[in-house]
């Protein structure tokens, strides 16, 4: 059964404009959600994240947005530049147990393209 | 310059043929682990380690085998590949404790191909 999910997996937006990437997730443990971005033959890399106990984390022209009665949260890019596309993964962490053990679970991912 | 390493990049091999995937991190955290990406199925985690000698099963951890002798390395073993293990493989690390604000720092990938 998926926990994260990703139904988009692709995703076409004209330079300049917004994306909005989506994650929706079945577990209500997981209390915090962490965004990657992966580039082709590269590792993916840490993007921006979100704390359950807020709603929105802004960093730059990346905006993160959770909806926890939803179980919902959004990645909104703006504006979108060429250097955007690649895959982004949503990844949400369960609740801490102590000695750092805990589990991110990730998404399917969704390909970004941007068309300059 | 913080990194992970793994070696190789890419690996072509055959059906039973043992074979070895290094990782290894240069930022002393405790926590590693390993990924598979298949497309479709994202990120799956095969197996991960808290710390020295302390490993345990992540989501998809049938036919493979980790050790964790050193904090800076752990190696993912294929003792008997098969084609259902060609994907692209990605080490990651972290540090453990108390803060939540950690984030992984993912390996550049090494994708295997098992004919």
């Known amino acids: 059964d998926q926990q994260v999910k990703q139904n988009s997996p692709s995703l076409s937006v004209q330079e300049g404009r917004i994306s909005i990437l989506n994650c929706d997730y079945t577990?209500?443990?997981?209390?915090?959600f962490l965004w990657y971005k992966k580039y082709p033959a590269e590792g993916p890399t840490f993007l921006i994240s979100i704390s359950s106990i807020k709603d929105k984390n802004e960093d730059g022209r990346f905006t993160v947005f959770l909806n926890k009665s939803a179980k919902h949260l959004s990645l909104h890019i703006v504006p979108s530049q060429p250097g955007d596309s690649a895959v982004y993964f949503c990844?949400?962490?369960?609740?801490?147990?102590?000695?750092?053990?805990?589990?991110?679970?990730f998404g399917k991912g969704t390909k970004l393209s941007v068309i300059p | 310059e913080a990194q992970v390493t793994q070696n190789p990049r890419y690996l072509i091999t055959v059906t039973g043929k043992k074979l070895t995937v290094t990782c290894s991190q240069n930022?002393?955290?405790?926590?590693m682990s390993w990924y598979r990406q298949d497309p479709g199925l994202g990120l799956r985690q095969i197996y991960y380690s808290m710390n020295v000698e302390v490993t345990d099963k992540g989501d998809v951890p049938e036919g493979y085998k980790v050790s964790r002798k050193e904090k800076r390395n752990f190696p993912l073993i294929l003792e008997s590949p098969s084609p259902n293990q060609t994907s692209l493989y990605f080490c990651?690390?972290?540090?453990?404790?108390?803060?939540?604000?950690?984030?992984?720092?993912f390996g550049p990938g090494t994708r295997l191909l098992v004919l």
């Open positions: 930022m002393n955290h405790e926590y």
């Open positions: 990844a949400a962490r369960g609740a801490y147990s102590g000695a750092g053990s805990y589990q991110l679970t």
């Open positions: 577990n209500s443990m997981f209390d915090y």
């Open positions: 990651a690390s972290r540090n453990s404790g108390t803060g939540r604000k950690e984030t992984q720092y």
